[in-house]
């Protein structure tokens, strides 16, 4: 196991880039703690899989290095650097039993026999395999075939890091959840460094400790579900986590303060100073129907089962839409509303990123 470092890494695959459009990785500096249970999170063509193959070596960086434990591992190659990777569709010997594949990676090292077969059962039990080891793998079903795969990147004990690309992509819907609770379990057991790549919000969030969210070649914020959730610091993350995601709202700075559509908003704190595009973020969680407020015109109503979500247009915005999540029964389409925003969790950003401190606290 190592702790992984991207230092100051960039990847275009034009021989000739011009300008950051060119860069599928823009300038990356992350570190990946050992032992840490990682979501890699972002849409598609945002830069994953670039960052994946860098890791496991396929792909050397235009820029930057890559250190496994402070070693610079920029130049080696993938069979060098002891990687696992649990791709999309399963990658098993069909034509082998459970036991041969999850041995295939140990005997293939020259691991003696006895360690191979405790080693094993032991992760076959905690893949609930045992009952398989003498079937043939072409007989699995999908979900099972997938589990031989991640038990061929769990049995090694050599590895620095499992990395899993996707690995739900051909699981039945009502198996995801039971396969991904699995994972999380199995990252406890075992406590191998885990990278797991996804485009879904809950994967990420329910996988891992940290997320990391990337949008466009760069990371735009690295931290625990609760924090991204909680207090994103890029409007791309408010809006990409969460359902439906973070109000983001046009705004300008006037008087020291933020106003929207001619209404001044309370913000959780002061405003770093700086120039840009302004933009105010507030999640529907903390937008509420009441007495005062934003006056506004319903325009939408969700019944969500449990609560309501009502959007509404803003008086004197262009046409801005505001969603508020409601617990108790709301008006209809058409009606007149007043939105409060919860001060507190009340944020402006300024060219995407965060440009508030939290009152008392840190940016
Ligand atoms: N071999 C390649 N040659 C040229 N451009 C590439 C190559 N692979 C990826 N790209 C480009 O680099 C950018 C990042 O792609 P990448 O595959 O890393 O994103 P991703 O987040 O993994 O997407 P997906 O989830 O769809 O796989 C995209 O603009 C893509 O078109």
């Known amino acids: 196991m190592a702790k992984i470092t991207l230092d100051g890494l960039r990847h275009s695959y034009m021989p000739d880039p011009k300008g950051p459009q060119d860069y599928a990785l823009k300038s990356l500096d992350v570190e990946w703690q050992d032992g840490g249970a ?32 402070g070693r610079d591992v920029t130049a080696l190659p993938p069979d060098r650097r002891n990687i696992a990777q649990v ?7 069909d034509t082998m039993s459970v036991f ?20 094993v ?11 398989m080891l003498k079937m043939r793998a072409a007989n699995l079903s999908p979900d099972n ?26 699981i039945d819907p009502h198996l995801k959840w039971k396969l991904r609770s699995k994972l999380k379990e199995l990252h406890q057991k075992v406590g191998v460094t885990m990278i797991y790549v996804t485009h879904d919000q809950t994967e990420a969030l329910t996988f891992a400790d940290q997320v990391v969210v990337m949008q466009e070649g760069e990371v ?12 994103p610091a890029h409007t791309f993350v408010g809006h990409f986590i969460g359902s439906p995601g973070m109000n983001v709202l046009p705004a300008e700075l006037r008087d020291g303060a933020a ?17 840009g595009r302004h933009e105010i973020g507030i999640r ?29 247009i803003v008086e004197g915005s262009d046409k801005t839409r505001v969603a508020a999540m409601v617990q108790s029964d709301p008006t209809a389409v058409g009606d007149a509303v007043h939105l409060a925003f919860r001060p507190d969790q009340t944020r402006l950003y300024r060219d995407g990123r965060i440009a508030t401190t939290r009152q008392g606290g840190n940016a």
């Open 38 to 69: 990682y979501a890699l999170l972002g849409p598609s063509g945002c830069g994953k899989s670039t960052l994946l193959n860098i890791i496991s070596g396929l792909l050397v960086p235009s820029q930057g290095r890559v250190l496994f434990d």
């Open 145 to 170: 075939k997938q589990k031989i795969s991640m038990g061929r990147g769990l049995v090694r004990e050599d590895v620095n890091v499992i990395m899993f690309d996707e690995p739900l992509t051909v």
């Open 284 to 312: 529907p969680e903390h937008v509420s129907l009441a007495e005062a407020g934003l006056p506004g015109r319903v325009r939408k109503v969700m019944d969500m089962g449990r609560y309501w979500i009502v959007e509404a």
């Open 220 to 231: 735009v914020q690295i931290g625990t579900p609760v924090e991204l959730f909680e207090r």
């Open 121 to 131: 059962h032991e992760i076959a039990e905690m893949l609930e395999l045992t009952s």
């Open 259 to 275: 106003w929207f559509a001619g209404h001044r908003i309370e913000l959780e704190g002061p405003i770093t100073p700086g120039e």
């Open 100 to 119: 041969d594949n999850l041995a295939f990676p140990l005997r293939n090292r020259g691991i003696e026999e006895s360690r191979v077969t405790s080693r």
């Open 87 to 93: 791709f999309q569709f399963p990658v098993i010997y």
